[in-house]
């Protein structure tokens, strides 16, 4: 059983509007992980459980459900992780296998028979995350202000958020900053944030990203409701003061952010972020290479792991002095800067204005003088980025988009680009239909043939993993 971390009495409920019956939370969170893909599902006949009334689920039983929630590999030897994930991506080609030969007319079966590698372990499976968002909803003692993750369906209106104190792959500094930002709106006025329509709260999320150096940075997002810009800015000074002088300042984060966003994700553009205290930007190193990384701008969950990721992206690539590298969904141009010695240039495309513009330092800061980084979708670019590259001979495409994929024009024009020999695939999400449709798009009208899949974990104790795709001509 895990240490207790703290005294909650789940009965009597002094702040909740509605009691959490301890039964219907054990109850949704054995469902939840029946239908996840976690093998190993709690059985919840625990003495210290008991459904009488008045009785308590034990603080150590949630942290115990959250982390097979957030890690459901978590008590598996890390060894036999990276088999289940090897086991995994055979699955994927098998996937896409199923895909390619299910509408075709012929009777003759076409095979995808890439060669499959092992798994490439991270270098680091404990606390690796540099970066966690925090829900912040009812405890399950009650309390509405409890700043966590959800366990049980947020659909139905029975999630309870946990304290992710007990989540082996998330960062101290991370766990400490966000107990502080809970004692905080404890103090705040502001409700929490349960509906976007108006009176229906105001703190919505926390964000914590931290570097290898442990320099950490926060975001506090808040829906500004009907709240006028003074009030927003009085809170805002209150946050500030709490982390600079008042009861946080031990764990003052070294950037510290505020977003008042009315939507449930919001870019720069959409809603400031307003920096409070700090430095605007995290700086990340990877290979001798400095990467700022600003509050909107992507960067890979897994500092350690993303360094062998790119360095087997690289590989893959077969790069030249002559190759030109064309980088969609580029972030903040880790792939192009890392490649730029190895290259005659390379060209990013990126949607998130902050990540285009982190790119373009990032080049100047590392010296890559024939790199560049255009800002927009990359279905609108791609046609001019490879008319302009008319002179380039040998092009290899990296495609790194988000789980929805790319458009399917964005494809198109990469197979009908005689200079583009090879195109590599990265995803975290390479059994979703999305990404899929991708892979079997490239295949089937682009003709290009499936040469190897290399898994790359980049999330321990997790089932998610890293594939990354080899396409040929
Ligand atoms: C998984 S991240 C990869 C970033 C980068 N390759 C890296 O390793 O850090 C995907 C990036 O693609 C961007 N993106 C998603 N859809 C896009 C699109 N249609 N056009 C251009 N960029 C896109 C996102 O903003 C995000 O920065």
Redesign the pocket.
Known sequence: MLPVFRNINVFPLKHTNRPVNPFDLCHLIRIRLCSSKASAVKEFEDPEISHAEGSAVTISDQFELLSDVMTPLWKMPYDEQLRAKHNWSQSVVRMINERVNANRKEKRRLNVTPKIYHVKSSPVIMEYRNKDEFSIRNGADGHPKTVGFFIGSTASDNAVCVPGTHVITMREKHKKIAQNFEQYIRTSELPVCTDFRPGGGNWRRFIVRSNEEGNTLAVAVCHPQLLSQERLIEEQQRLKEYFTSGPGKDDCPQSLYFQACPHARCTNEQAPFVLLHGKPFLEEHMWGKTFRISPD????INTQA?EV??ETILKQANLTPRSTLL??????G??SILAADRVRGCVG????RD?VLDAKFNAKINNATNVDFFY????R?TERIIEELDLATDIVA?L???R?G??PR?LRLLYKCPQISTVIC?S?KADMPSTLKNFVQLFTEGNFKLNSVTPVDLFPHTWHTELILKFIR
């Open positions: 701008s992507f960067f890979q993303a990721l790119y980088d969609v969904c580029c972030g903040v880790p792939i495309i990126e949607s998130v990540a927009g979708l990359a279905e670019l990296v790194n988009p988000g929805a790319l458009d964005v990265v975290c």
